[in-house]
């Protein structure tokens, strides 16, 4: 499907959708049925990583029937566009301490996977429970560093996706399918 007015593309950009919001609302349960099954009596303490993960996280919550709690934690990894810059700093931090808990660090995608191993390494020193991971995407034929999602919604072929809080230059967040962005050659 090629983008439409109103979607945000702008000449030159097509948006084609790779996952559709049905087919999105139906794994987010899925991955939320795996960890109330995981976590089955306790409580759980889901990390955001912002701002990419925030529309799945709020959608994941919802659907997770055990007691709750949610933080964010903002890093920076990409310049502006599409490569990594390869370095990873830390934008922003927890609220409060995650000694002792579940924590399940929510990532929108897997890519690099220098994100995720750089948010552990950090995660880790705090000392909680557990530590997992659970990312909507994962594409791992781009895999730089050594990682797995615990919970992962769609594995993808290693194209530039946008929406459902991925963007390309802060924009698309707001498109309720993932979509593939074609652009310009850079
Ligand atoms: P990594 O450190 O290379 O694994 O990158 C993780 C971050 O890069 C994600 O949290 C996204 O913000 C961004 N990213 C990677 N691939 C895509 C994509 O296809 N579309 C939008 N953002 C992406
Ligand atoms: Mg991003």
Redesign the pocket.
């Known amino acids: 499907m090629a983008a439409r007015a109103g979607q945000g593309a702008s000449p030159g950009q097509e948006l084609r959708v790779l996952i559709r919001r049905a087919s999105i609302q139906r794994r987010v349960r899925e991955v939320a049925l795996e960890i109330t099954r995981d976590f089955s009596g306790q409580r759980v303490h889901l990390i955001g990583?912002l701002?990419?993960?925030c529309i799945f996280l709020s959608d994941l919550v919802r659907e997770i029937d055990l007691e709750t709690s949610i933080d964010f934690i903002a890093?920076s990894?990409?310049g502006k566009g599409?490569e990594?810059s390869g370095q990873?700093r830390l934008l922003k931090d927890l609220d409060s301490s995650i000694a002792d808990l579940n924590v399940i660090l929510v990532?929108?995608?897997?890519?690099?996977?220098?994100?995720?191993?750089?948010l552990l390494r950090v995660l880790e020193q705090r000392k909680p429970k557990v530590l997992r991971v659970a990312a909507l995407?994962d594409?791992p034929s781009?895999?730089?560093?050594d990682?797995k999602g615990d919970y992962v919604g769609f594995t993808?072929p290693n194209?530039?996706?946008?929406g459902y809080g991925?963007?390309?230059n802060e924009r698309f967040r707001n498109l309720k399918d993932v979509c593939v962005?074609s652009l310009p050659a850079e």
Do not use: C, Q
């Open positions: 990583v701002k990419g993960a890093v990894s990409y599409r990594s990873v990532e929108d995608i897997l890519d690099t996977g220098l994100t995720i191993s750089y995407l594409k781009r895999r730089v560093k990682v993808i194209e530039f996706v946008v991925l963007d390309f962005v």
